[in-house]
Every structure is written in structure tokens, then in C-alpha cells.
């Protein structure tokens, strides 16, 4: 029982980090406890904590005096995201490929199947499965880089990967063949273990989401 009220706190921090990544809690809103209370049902001192993590984590802002509210979003922070996005996963992905495994390799060619299926589907103009598919994309990322062996690293990547991936919500539409490519490209330099390659694509890919996800903006 003693491990309860964290729990609870974790899976209350997990739905509002994922309602303010899907654009649910929209940039700029007022995050209103007793409102929060309600749809999360959750206490009011849980959710302070947990709006207190999220300000740390840089999802939640809190003025002095004013409350809480969703972190607003601008072209300046979003092209920043984007540059430590480049900085961390390439390293990451270094560190991957020098380290990784069969069960490294096995993995990555498992989530580049399923990411892949997906593709196909949307390439086919079926877009029902938007969350899905943002799932099997960081299901992907993740698995190119997690032989870095680096909790730390890991950790810093996941958060700008979720600050990267609240702009791609914002304003989500389909790059098509083009990141099929990429990412085909990614895969099988990674399994080739061409790291040069592998960290140019990946960069090269970074920075075309970037000039997407501006232009959309």
C-alpha cells in the first residue's frame, strides 16, 4: 500500500503529458486544479506534484502567482528541439551501434516491421491509427539507439522526443514516401553498422521533419 499515491501519481503525470503531447491540453491553456480534479480524478495534491514534474520537464509552465498552464509553443522552440534532438539521438545512435547485440539487431528489425505496415497504410490514405503510428515511430527511434547504454542519455532523449513529437501533433501530416526512405535508410545502416551513414540519415531525416513541421506551423 505504501507505493500507491506514487503510482498514482505516475499514471496521473503518463495521461496529462500525453493529453498536452496530443494537443488535448492545448498550448498556452490554463491548467485549472479543480477542473484537473475532475477529469483525471486524481487529488489536488497528486496533481500538483505532477504539474510540478511537468513544469520541470519543461511540458508545464508556471508563472508566479498564475497558476499552471500548457507550455506555449513558438518556431524558436521547436527549431532548438529539433538541434538537441539531432545532438542526442545521433550520439546515441553511435553508441547503438557500436554496443548492440543479436537481441539489439532482433529488436530494431521488429519495430521497423510494424513501423513499416504502418507506412504502407498511410501511404495507402488511411489515416485512422495517427496515434498508432507515432507510437511505432518512437517504438523505432527508440530501438535504433537503446544499446547506447546510457540511462541518462536515454532519459534526455525521451523528453525532447516528446516535446519534438507535441509540435508534429500540432500540425500532423503525412512526408509519404520520402520518410519511408529515410527510415528504410536508417535501418539498414544501423544493421550494417555503418554509423556515418546511419548518423547522416538520421540527422538528414531530423531536420526534414523540421522544415515540414515549420512550414505546416
Not at 501519481?9 to 503518463?14: D, E, F, K, L, V
Not at 527549431?79 to 532482433?106: F, K, M, P, Q, Y
Not at 489515416?127 to 503510428?133: G, L
Not at 535508410?185 to 531530423?206: N, P, Q, S, V, Y
Request: hydrophobic letters at 40%; proline letters at 2%.
Amino acid at each position: 500500500m505504501a507505493k500507491q499515491p506514487s503510482t498514482i501519481g505516475a499514471n496521473t503525470y503518463q495521461r496529462i503529458k500525453r493529453d498536452i503531447i496530443f494537443g488535448e491540453l492545448q498550448p498556452g491553456s490554463k491548467l485549472k486544479l479543480d477542473a484537473l480534479k475532475e477529469r483525471y480524478s486524481a487529488s489536488l495534491s497528486t496533481l500538483r506534484e505532477t504539474l510540478n514534474r511537468l513544469a520541470s520537464d519543461g511540458f508545464v509552465e508556471a508563472p508566479e502567482q498564475r497558476g499552471f498552464l500548457v507550455t506555449p509553443v513558438s518556431r524558436e522552440d521547436l527549431t532548438e528541439i529539433s538541434e538537441l534532438r539531432v545532438l542526442l539521438e545521433c550520439h546515441a545512435l553511435e553508441l547503438s551501434i557500436a554496443n548492440g547485440d543479436t537481441d539489439w539487431e532482433g529488436n530494431l528489425v521488429a519495430a521497423h516491421h510494424k513501423l513499416h505496415l504502418m507506412e504502407q497504410q498511410l501511404l495507402k490514405g488511411d489515416e485512422s491509427e495517427k496515434e498508432t503510428w507515432k507510437r511505432y515511430d518512437w517504438e523505432f527511434h527508440q530501438a535504433m539507439i537503446a544499446a547506447c547504454n546510457s540511462r541518462n542519455l536515454l532519459s534526455l532523449h525521451s523528453i525532447i522526443y516528446d516535446k519534438y513529437l507535441r509540435y508534429q501533433m500540432l500540425v500532423l501530416t503525412y512526408r509519404g514516401e520520402e520518410a519511408v526512405k529515410e527510415h528504410k535508410g536508417m535501418f539498414d545502416a544501423a544493421l550494417a553498422r555503418d554509423a556515418d551513414t546511419a548518423k547522416r540519415l538520421l540527422e538528414d531525416h531530423i531536420r526534414n521533419g523540421l522544415a515540414h513541421t515549420l512550414e505546416a506551423l
